[in-house]
């Protein structure tokens, strides 16, 4: 049960915005804890951000803290990126992934046990 799928990737210029969406089936969306990775080109998975199931939580790593932000709105099953003043090195395949049970490490993808299929993010310079 649970099933994520993102959408909202695409190509933006340096500077540049673009919001991204995960949609969760399944009724208990609502006690799950969130976040998005992201994996570029020749590099490992990486944290990006996350956000608690109520929605008061929210983590962001240092690349992207005061330029991302995390949001969710369970009554629409659904996770938000809203990414400003996008970097070249943005560029990569985001993840959104759900936590449902155990401790919550937020920054460690082990952590998280559904994922989405991904959705591609290129920022031109």
Not at 16 to 28: I, K, M, P, V
Not at 96 to 120: E, I, K, L, P
Request: aromatic share 14%.
């Amino acid at each position: 049960q649970g099933h994520l799928v993102e959408s909202g990737g695409g190509l933006a210029q340096a500077g540049g915005s673009l919001r991204l969406s995960c949609a969760a089936s399944g009724r208990t969306f609502s006690q799950w804890n969130m976040g998005w990775f992201r994996q570029g080109p020749g590099k490992e998975r990486e944290f990006v951000a996350a956000i608690s199931r109520s929605g008061e939580s929210t983590y962001y790593a240092d690349a992207v803290k005061g330029r991302f932000t995390i949001s969710r709105d369970n009554a629409e099953n659904t996770m938000y990126l809203q990414m400003n003043s996008l970097k070249p090195g943005d560029t990569a395949v985001y993840y959104c992934a759900a936590h449902r049970w155990g401790t919550f490490n937020y920054y460690y993808a082990s952590t998280y046990d559904v994922w989405g299929q991904g959705t591609q993010v290129t920022v031109s310079s």
